[in-house]
């Protein structure tokens, strides 16, 4: 790919807009008070230092140091994919940048409060769905990107073998 880190600005977007919203959050909502902004939507401030659906938050600390470094080593791994990216496979590059954007934005947190600030809370008839945070959201974009985009060049590749000579 033709300079493949041109892509990194999505992920300094997600930082960006994912640390600013976190900021607001934290300023301006009170720790677990919800704030109802649809009858299945709330804001509401929360702090997680486990990992998704709070795995492992309930230990005494030794986690924070084992998220942040799979985050850097998910974050570089990552980049080193994108610097060896076809110049075709925008899809891939896309949804790398979304994922390193938000596995940064939540190292941030990690490193900086010992925490991830979560905010965006769904709920349905007295059912919540885990806290997240537009990092999160911006992982699972990606993730869901490059699923959709080995899906894709599976079946490129089927076709392909197809049109060949079975003799050959």
Excluded: C
């Amino acid at each position: 790919m033709k300079r493949p880190l041109r892509w990194l600005w999505l992920a300094l977007l997600v930082i960006v807009l994912d640390l600013g919203s976190k900021l607001l959050a934290s300023t301006y909502l009170i720790y677990a008070q919800p704030v109802e902004l649809l009858p299945v939507f709330n804001f509401t401030l929360l702090h997680n230092t486990g990992a998704a659906f709070s795995f492992l938050a309930d230990h005494s600390g030794w986690q924070r140091w084992l998220f942040a470094a799979i985050a850097l080593a998910v974050s570089i791994g990552l980049t080193v994919w994108l610097t060896r990216l076809k110049a075709d496979e925008r899809l891939s590059a896309a949804a790398i940048a979304l994922v390193i954007g938000g596995a940064l934005g939540n190292l941030y947190d990690r490193l900086v409060h010992g925490y991830v600030v979560d905010f965006l809370s769904f709920h349905w008839q007295g059912n919540y769905f885990p806290a997240f945070n537009l990092a999160d959201t911006a992982i699972t974009l990606g993730a869901i990107g490059l699923i959709l985009a080995s899906l894709r060049d599976g079946r490129r590749n089927t076709a392909t073998s197809d049109k060949r000579d079975p003799h050959e």
